[in-house]
C-alpha cells in the first residue's frame, strides 16, 4: 500500500526525520505535536498555551490530510505533568465530537524541547 506524505506550513515542520502525517488507504496517522507556533518554531509558554497550540497543530495537519480531528479513533496524550489531564479533557470537548476517539494519556519524565505535553492521533476516512 502506497504511503502518501501529507505536509502543511500551518503546523510546525518536521524537527527530525518524520513527516507530519503519512496517509495509508483511509487511515491518517498524525505525528506527535508539541506546542511549536508554526510562523516562529518557538514553543509557546505555559501549560494551558501549549494544549491549545498542540490541538491546533493537529488540527491543521488533519485539514491538509483533507480531513478532521472529528475523523480521530485514537488520540495519545504524553504529558510531564500528569496534574494537567484535566486541561486536556477540557481541550478535548472543544476540538473532538462524540463520539470521542479511543485514548491514552502518559506520564513521562521529558517532551522535545522542553515541552509539557505531546499529542499524536490516527484519524479514519471513508
Request: hydrophobic share 45%; charged share 15%.
Amino acid at each position: 500500500m502506497p504511503k502518501d506524505v501529507i505536509s502543511t506550513p500551518r503546523a510546525p515542520s518536521a524537527i527530525g526525520t518524520y513527516s507530519q502525517a503519512l496517509r495509508c488507504g483511509n487511515t491518517i496517522y498524525l505525528s506527535g505535536q508539541i506546542g511549536l507556533d508554526p510562523a516562529s518554531m518557538q514553543l509557546v509558554e505555559g501549560i494551558d498555551a501549549q494544549v491549545k497550540r498542540v490541538f491546533d497543530n493537529l488540527q491543521a495537519v488533519a485539514a491538509a490530510a483533507g480531513a478532521s480531528l472529528d475523523d480521530a479513533a485514537r488520540v495519545t496524550i504524553y504529558l510531564t505533568d500528569l496534574a494537567h489531564f484535566g486541561k486536556v479533557n477540557e481541550a478535548m470537548a472543544r476540538y473532538f465530537k462524540q463520539p470521542y476517539p479511543a485514548r491514552a494519556a502518559i506520564g513521562v519524565a521529558s517532551l522535545p524541547r522542553g515541552a509539557l505535553i505531546e499529542a499524536d492521533a490516527i484519524l479514519v476516512t471513508g
